[in-house]
């Protein structure tokens, strides 16, 4: 575990006249990031620590996570605690948050984030793959938050999240299981912005296009050699379907994630929150 003592995050206006800098007031809120080694699940808890926020970090490797627990909290000054484990292994999720209440006695705001399942197409995919990849983009998730509910519903302002991607609103070449059961996750969210109303969870799913991750070089080489292009020719060519001109930060999503977790925004509830560039030409 990696601990440092809160330090006071002071919030100066803008030297620009007339814009004041926004304060989320999210310090000492608690968050518990998963996939937060690296890319995305880091830009995140990155975002939200710049903001105040305490922080709980998972991921399947523990070098990675123990180096960046450590950054953050000497770049920050908010107590990280971090926890080798598997985002798609149901049975941890209990002593997890047993862990997260004895260390922060509380929980505001849970992010969701875990690799993709396999690239390949209907006639690629085994039954196996299938069924871990509806428990690690559904199940997984559906059960953190039941389990976590009543820490949750102690917050002043309770947040769930889910990382999908855009493939909830357009179906991505060789990314089958993605686009199979990614949209199911916008269905949870709605269902839940109903169900937990009462209880103050506001629920959202963050659908980030092409960002500049391991996942995306991934995709790139599975490109590369299904069309016999060249990996800087696929890239090339994603890049250049972005209207914004270039892939995503990881930090687009983190801001994003962290005016979403503040009660400045508690009306917004059940959304799926498109972070590309203006890629999806969807309506």
Same mark, same amino acid.
């Given at each position: 575990?990696?601990?440092?003592?809160?330090?006071?995050?002071?919030?100066?206006?803008?030297?620009?006249?007339?814009?004041?800098?926004?304060?989320? $007031?999210? !310090?000492?809120?608690?968050?518990?990031?998963?996939?937060?080694?690296?890319?995305?699940?880091?830009?995140?808890? $990155?975002?939200?620590?710049?903001?105040?926020?305490?922080?709980?970090?998972?991921?399947?490797?523990?070098?990675?996570?123990?180096?960046?627990? $450590?950054?953050?909290?000497?770049?920050?000054?908010?107590?990280?605690?971090?926890?080798? +484990?598997?985002?798609?292994?149901?049975?941890?999720?209990?002593?997890?948050?047993?862990?997260?209440?004895?260390?922060?006695?509380?929980?505001?705001?849970?992010?969701?984030?875990?690799?993709?399942?396999?690239?390949?197409?209907? !006639?690629?995919?085994?039954? $196996?793959?299938?069924?871990?990849?509806?428990?690690?983009?559904?199940?997984?998730?559906?059960?953190?938050?039941?389990?976590?509910?009543?820490?949750?519903?102690?917050?002043?302002?309770?947040?769930?999240?889910?990382?999908?991607?855009?493939?909830?609103?357009?179906?991505?070449?060789?990314?089958?299981?993605?686009?199979?059961?990614?949209?199911?996750?916008?269905?949870?969210?709605?269902?839940?912005?109903?169900?937990?109303?009462?209880?103050?969870?506001?629920?959202?799913?963050?659908?980030?296009?092409?960002?500049?991750?391991?996942?995306?070089?991934?995709?790139?080489?599975?490109?590369?050699?299904?069309?016999?292009?060249?990996?800087?020719?696929?890239?090339?060519?994603?890049?250049?379907?972005?209207?914004?001109?270039?892939?995503?930060?990881?930090?687009?999503?983190?801001?994003?994630? +962290?005016?979403?977790?503040?009660?400045?925004?508690?009306?917004?509830?059940?959304?799926?929150?498109?972070?590309?560039?203006?890629?999806?030409?969807?309506?």
């Amino acid at each position: 575990m990696i601990f440092s003592e809160p330090v006071a995050v002071v919030y100066e206006p803008s030297h620009i006249s007339g814009i004041k800098t926004m304060d989320l $007031e999210l !310090k000492g809120h608690v968050a518990l990031v998963q996939g937060a080694s690296k890319g995305i699940g880091r830009g995140i808890a $990155e975002s939200l620590a710049a903001e105040g926020c305490h922080l709980f970090l998972t991921a399947r490797s523990h070098d990675p996570l123990k180096k960046t627990a $450590e950054e953050i909290a000497a770049k920050h000054g908010v107590r990280v605690h971090f926890h080798q +484990a598997d985002s798609a292994n149901l049975s941890e999720i209990p002593s997890l948050l047993k862990v997260i209440e004895t260390d922060f006695g509380r929980l505001d705001i849970i992010v969701c984030n875990s690799g993709g399942p396999p690239a390949g197409g209907i !006639k690629d995919l085994t039954p $196996e793959q299938w069924s871990e990849a509806g428990k690690l983009l559904l199940a997984a998730p559906a059960y953190m938050l039941q389990l976590a509910l009543p820490l949750l519903r102690r917050s002043p302002a309770p947040r769930f999240f889910i990382v999908t991607s855009s493939s909830t609103r357009v179906p991505v070449a060789g990314l089958t299981l993605s686009n199979t059961f990614r949209p199911g996750i916008v269905g949870l969210i709605k269902s839940l912005t109903d169900e937990l109303a009462a209880d103050r969870v506001c629920c959202h799913s963050i659908a980030p296009g092409r960002f500049d991750t391991d996942r995306l070089s991934h995709l790139i080489k599975v490109q590369s050699e299904k069309f016999q292009k060249t990996q800087d020719q696929v890239r090339d060519e994603m890049v250049a379907a972005i209207p914004a001109g270039r892939l995503g930060d990881v930090a687009d999503i983190g801001n994003l994630v +962290a005016f979403l977790s503040a009660r400045k925004s508690d009306y917004l509830r059940g959304g799926n929150w498109l972070v590309d560039g203006g890629l999806v030409k969807g309506i």
